[in-house]
């Protein structure tokens, strides 16, 4: 039976859309995402919806208050987890939030990123099949899974 873990994940755009707010993962050794940049986001909460999830996670990790985001799609994840796990991720687009990003937070240091530079930054091998699609211009959300198997994407299907 299938029962993933849900959650969320979200990708602020700085008031020009030049820049992307990233989390780096370093605060801990241990942690699977040690070293990674990612977007901001965690597990859902029982009693939460996937919007309420997103809000709550921003302002945890950077301190900020979306105000206006989209909904860009959703991956799942099969195999992700450090014991297996699966996950099913709901992406935004935060484009207008209120208050200023804090520079750290549990996980990690927190920044802003040029769009440009993107694609340099160490992150998951598999972030590079759906990110494009989280900053494309087309307004239907996508639906992708991606499997992993021992910490390495195994294939990527995605349909609109």
């Not at 549990?106 to 699609?133: C, K, N, T, V």
């Amino acid at each position: 039976m299938y029962k993933p873990i849900i959650g969320t994940l979200g990708y602020v755009l700085s008031p020009d859309s030049s820049h992307v707010l990233l989390l780096r993962r370093n605060a801990r050794q241990d942690d699977q995402h040690f070293g990674k940049y990612n977007g901001l986001g965690g597990k859902m909460q029982p009693d939460e919806d996937v919007h309420t999830c997103m809000v709550r996670e921003i302002e945890e990790e950077a301190g900020i208050i979306c105000q206006k985001m989209q909904l860009r799609g959703t991956v799942s994840w099969p195999g992700f987890g450090p014991d297996g796990e699966n996950w099913l991720g709901f992406i935004f687009l935060i484009t207008a939030f209120k208050g200023e990003p804090k520079p750290r937070c549990a996980e990690g240091e927190i920044g802003w990123h040029s769009m440009a530079s993107l694609y340099s930054l160490p992150m998951w091998e598999g972030d590079r099949y759906f990110l494009p699609l989280v900053f494309d211009d087309n307004p239907r959300p996508f639906h992708g899974c991606l499997p992993y198997c021992q910490g390495r994407p195994v294939r990527w299907q995605c349909f609109r």
